[in-house]
């Protein structure tokens, strides 16, 4: 059984001495089953996409009961993008949010993403759905004919 709780996190950084302030949604997860893939997704002023993308994951991977989690991370946006987080978070118990207190640039986003990542396999896409959901479940694919690394 899945349940979610918000949780504050305290990242220190090396060189200045800030933190990274991350706010999680669904962080303390109890999972039924092992998770097979997680997908972690940099989000930087994505407020408008970011609900297409996850019903494009959900169509290629959850309907197809592939056990995954989404890792939205917010890298310090502008425009509502956290909110929109929490809103896709609080629909799917499979996504996971996490917020940057301020932009600390995509590597770190993505550095978030691994650390909190529960995933066997580990697949990293951009959230503007350059390279769409569909490529990575081809990806994923050859992971199950025997490929280490695609």
Same mark, same amino acid.
């Given at each position: 059984?899945?349940?979610?709780?918000?949780? $504050?996190?305290?990242?220190?950084?090396?060189?200045?001495?800030?933190?990274?302030?991350?706010?999680?949604?669904?962080?303390?997860?109890?999972?039924?089953?092992?998770?097979?893939?997680?997908?972690? $997704?940099? $989000?930087?002023?994505?407020?408008?996409?970011i609900p297409i993308l996850v019903e494009r994951i959900d169509d290629v991977f959850v309907k197809n009961n592939i056990n995954v989690e989404l890792l939205l991370v917010d890298d310090?946006?502008?425009? *509502?993008?956290?909110?929109?987080?929490?809103?896709?978070?609080?629909?799917?118990?499979? $996504?996971?949010?996490?917020?940057?207190s301020r932009n600390f640039g995509q590597q770190a986003a993505i550095w978030t993403g691994?650390?909190?990542?529960?995933?066997?396999?580990?697949?990293?896409? *951009?959230?503007?759905?350059?390279?769409?959901?569909?490529?990575?479940?081809?990806?994923?694919?050859?992971?199950?004919?025997?490929?280490?690394?695609?």
């Amino acid at each position: 059984m899945w349940y979610s709780k918000t949780d $504050v996190i305290f990242a220190p950084r090396n060189r200045d001495s800030s933190y990274i302030i991350l706010i999680g949604i669904n962080c303390d997860m109890i999972f039924s089953k092992k998770i097979e893939l997680s997908i972690i $997704v940099p $989000v930087y002023c994505s407020a408008e996409i970011i609900p297409i993308l996850v019903e494009r994951i959900d169509d290629v991977f959850v309907k197809n009961n592939i056990n995954v989690e989404l890792l939205l991370v917010d890298d310090g946006s502008a425009d *509502d993008s956290f909110s929109v987080i929490q809103s896709v978070a609080s629909k799917f118990s499979w $996504v996971r949010g996490f917020k940057h207190s301020r932009n600390f640039g995509q590597q770190a986003a993505i550095w978030t993403g691994l650390t909190h990542s529960k995933g066997e396999i580990i697949g990293i896409m *951009d959230d503007d759905m350059q390279d769409p959901p569909e490529a990575l479940h081809s990806l994923y694919q050859k992971i199950g004919e025997g490929y280490d690394v695609v």
